[in-house]
């Protein structure tokens, strides 16, 4: 079925209950494919998000010689080549829906003695490469290019350059690939962030012996240090159990508990800014996932307020937009989100899209260049247009738990590529929702 095929119809009414565990962590998925088939020795991965984005992460290493092996559906085991062991792709790696693919893909492969040449479908095409392809060229790499866009040719290299890189934005995929180049680079290379982004890099990297030196908004490492393998057990992705959340949060008499979550500072945001609306959500069973914390996240329903969201609570939720607008729709007030113009350039413009679709649904909205306004009141049943943004038609879905009439969202079969499953799991947890 193409993506534009795949349409939800939800019912309104009925509440969330029970415990729920959401798939494994995306960001942390590729970077365990990445880091272990960049290792020497065995990696072993449990929790693997098995969505479209990670396969492709996963394909593309195996292309490139990779011996992956998958001996359970989440459970990964991946027999590293070591920083050097890479073998030239025969054909272009197709990064799909990836910007993480491709961004931190740029970064390793710009040290490859071979030519690589990423390609992924309309949206990533669309979107923004030159942030990683200007650090990675200051640091001696050669990529070629569609005018800054998809398809990347990366020409080979041997003698990168470490440098120290204040990036524009606050970017994890700007970051990290700059970091990936940096074990290829002569010297210490260091990156610079206006805010602090998520830092999932960093901790894995010491997990596979790398000497990484990282404080909020910095990181750095030397060039030439090789990676051991490791363990790997992958949380549950809070960008997932988001969804559940405000789908909790926003209907009185709601109760969920959310298992395993990922809690790593630089991703809760969402946390606190259900927390400023009024909700109540309590962390339970708090402990870790070797260097990533974890907890049970338990969330009752109740009235939220509306709020004003700044720059400093964006980088750690930037995923959660598209479900903070609907949490603002059924708030009581007006919220706020200014500081956001990363959202433009994401798997859709999210601006755009959450603003036209709420509007379609009767919601007071405007879009403002770096957020948006939204009204909290009503919303009507009616047709949003997901623009085939797997987080867009997630937060239509749980909208429609207190809209006045069904919503049927089109073009939702991306929903695969960071949650597969996710239909039968919220109708499992009390959502009304049908596919066809
Ligand atoms: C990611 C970083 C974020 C996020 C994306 C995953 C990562 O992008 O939106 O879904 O795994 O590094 P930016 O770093 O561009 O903000």
Do not use: W
Not at 371 to 398: L, P, Y
């Amino acid at each position: 079925m193409s993506s534009s095929e795949l349409s939800y119809t939800v019912i309104p009414g009925g509440r969330l209950a029970g415990r729920l565990r959401v798939p494994g962590d995306k960001s942390i998925s590729h970077r365990s494919i990445m880091f272990g088939a960049l290792a020497e020795g065995l990696t072993t991965v449990e929790g693997f998000l098995t969505g479209e984005d990670c396969l492709c992460t996963m394909k593309a290493f195996q292309a490139m010689g990779v011996r992956i092996e998958r001996p359970a559906e989440t459970s990964l085991r991946i027999h590293g080549v070591g920083l050097h062991g890479l073998q030239s792709p025969r054909e272009p790696l197709d990064l799909g829906n990836s910007g993480t693919s491709m961004r931190l893909m740029a970064g390793l492969l710009s040290g490859q003695h071979f030519t690589s040449n990423l390609v992924g479908d309309a949206s990533l095409s669309r979107r923004p490469m030159k942030r990683i392809i200007a650090p990675l060229e200051q640091m001696g790499a050669r990529i070629e290019s569609n005018e800054g866009k998809a398809p990347l040719n990366i020409l080979p290299h041997r003698n990168l350059k470490a440098i120290s890189y204040h990036s524009p934005v606050a970017s994890a995929q700007i970051k990290s690939g700059i970091l990936l180049a940096g074990l290829y680079a002569q010297g210490k290379t260091e990156v610079f962030e206006p805010e602090a982004s998520r830092d999932h890099t960093e901790r894995m990297l010491r997990a596979f012996g790398v000497k990484v030196e990282a404080r909020a908004g910095y990181a750095a490492l030397e060039g030439g240090q090789s990676l051991k393998a490791t363990a790997i057990q992958v949380p549950a992705d809070i960008s997932s159990a988001a969804f559940f959340m405000v789908g909790a949060a926003i209907v009185p008499g709601s109760e969920i508990v959310l298992s395993d979550v990922g809690v790593n500072p630089t991703r809760t945001g969402i946390i606190d800014v259900l927390r400023l609306m009024g909700a109540d959500i309590r962390l339970e069973n708090e402990r870790r996932f070797g260097d990533e914390p974890v907890a049970d996240i338990r969330v009752r329903g109740g009235g939220l307020r509306g709020v004003r969201i700044g720059k400093e609570l964006v980088a750690a939720s930037i995923d959660e937009f598209p479900i903070i607008f609907i949490a603002a729709a059924f708030a009581q007030g007006e919220t706020v989100v200014e500081g956001a113009e990363e959202l433009r350039v994401k798997e859709s413009d999210r601006i755009q899209s959450m603003c036209d679709g709420l509007r379609a649904l009767g919601v007071a909205a405007q879009a403002l260049p770096d957020g948006m306004r939204v009204m909290g009141g009503r919303m009507r049943g009616g047709t949003v247009d997901s623009r085939g943004d797997h987080r867009i038609a997630m937060s239509f879905a749980i909208a429609a738990l207190r809209a006045e009439q069904p919503i049927r969202i089109l073009d939702c079969a991306n929903v695969n590529t960071s949650f597969p499953g996710f239909a039968a799991l919220a109708r499992a947890a009390g959502l009304g929702i049908r596919e066809a």
